[in-house]
């Protein structure tokens, strides 16, 4: 029902976050939008339309993890000037979406 959805942080305006989408392909990506979009990672996890995922995305440092259904998906660095603050946001691309709960919390150290 939509081209791509997810979840986005240190969000700082419509294009400068960072992003775990789950696209239309039936696939996981992480991207960094800052000047243009930069993929990050992908995933060849599948997806199922209609189904409840449970999406987290970490942002510590310049590292961001992501999971899905509680399984890790991505694990980076990102080097080449970092996004070091911002918001959160749900994103969706085209199409429409539906969301449960928001947990936000403090990033875990490890």
Not at 49 to 72: C, E, H
Not at 96 to 110: C, G, L, N, T, V
Request: neutral net charge; proline residues 2%.
């Amino acid at each position: 029902m939509a081209q791509a959805v997810g979840l986005a942080a240190r969000v700082q305006g419509l294009r400068r976050y960072y992003a775990l989408l789950l696209t239309q392909e039936g696939s996981a990506c992480l991207l960094k939008v800052l000047d243009g979009e930069q993929v990050l990672g992908t995933s060849g996890l599948r997806w199922e339309l209609d189904r409840t995922y449970a999406v987290q995305i970490q942002v510590n440092g310049s590292r961001i993890q992501a999971w899905i259904d509680g399984q890790r998906v991505f694990d980076v660095q990102d080097r080449d000037r970092p996004l070091l603050g911002g918001s959160i946001a749900l994103i969706c691309q085209e199409g429409r979406m539906a969301s449960d709960a928001i947990h936000i919390r403090p990033a875990r150290a490890e």
